[in-house]
């Protein structure tokens, strides 16, 4: 499924005489993600812009919550992007419009009950977006964080089913701020963007 609409999205901007290309990767072996990055440069005739938005929630208690599930946590919403980034480093320096957008969530910035490995991890992609940036500035490298609220998207139509969407976040609501990141090059530097539900009260 999610590789049906990459790929309806490739031919969207192929048909916009642009190139586009839908690659496939297991998330869980660093040579896929390598070679995924390879092929893209490759495709695409070099790298401007590294989103990472894959992840997963947990919601289970503190004690509750197993060492594997911690881990494998821990390794899609921290280590992947980690590595992603490592590995797509060298290609951004290469671009003159080169960006870095890592997709966190309120929870970099709270805690709440029954998240506990879910919010270490979002913390931990936080951190190392911070870290990254102050890193890689000076060579116009941009690498920003944006931290939504709940947003309605699969994952979350999945593990609660009682949600319908309503006066929640989009999916196309972050994609639009992914987008002014990118669009709006200019002096003024945007670090980090936190977003929450207009009917929510702001969570910094």
């Known amino acids: 499924k999610s590789a049906d609409k990459a790929q309806a999205v490739a031919d969207e901007i192929v048909a916009l005489g642009r190139r586009g290309a839908a690659i496939q990767a297991d998330s869980a072996s660093a040579q896929a993600i390598q ?35 911690f881990d494998r946590i821990m390794a899609l919403n921290a280590r992947v992007p980690y590595l992603a980034c490592h590995l797509a480093l060298p290609l951004l320096r290469c671009s003159e419009c080169a960006s870095i957008l890592n997709i966190a969530s309120v929870v970099a910035h709270k805690g709440y009950p029954l998240q506990s490995a879910y919010a270490a991890s979002k913390h931990a992609l936080a951190g190392f977006t911070k870290s990254l940036a102050s890193e890689v500035y000076r060579e116009d490298i941009r690498v920003h964080l944006i931290s939504p609220g709940g947003v309605f998207t699969d994952m979350v139509r999945i593990a609660r089913p009682d949600l319908t969407g309503e006066d929640m976040i989009l999916p196309e609501d972050i994609a639009e701020i992914a987008a002014f990141f990118i669009e709006h090059r200019t002096n003024a530097v945007i670090d980090e963007i936190c977003v929450h539900r207009s009917g929510k009260e702001p969570f910094l």
Do not use: H, P, Y
């Not at 005739?45 to 989103?51: E, M, Q, Y």
């Open 35 to 69: 070679d995924a990055v390879t092929q893209a440069a490759r495709s695409l005739g070099g790298l401007d812009i590294l989103v990472n938005n894959a992840g997963m929630a947990l919601s289970r208690s503190f004690e509750e919550t197993t060492m594997a599930e």
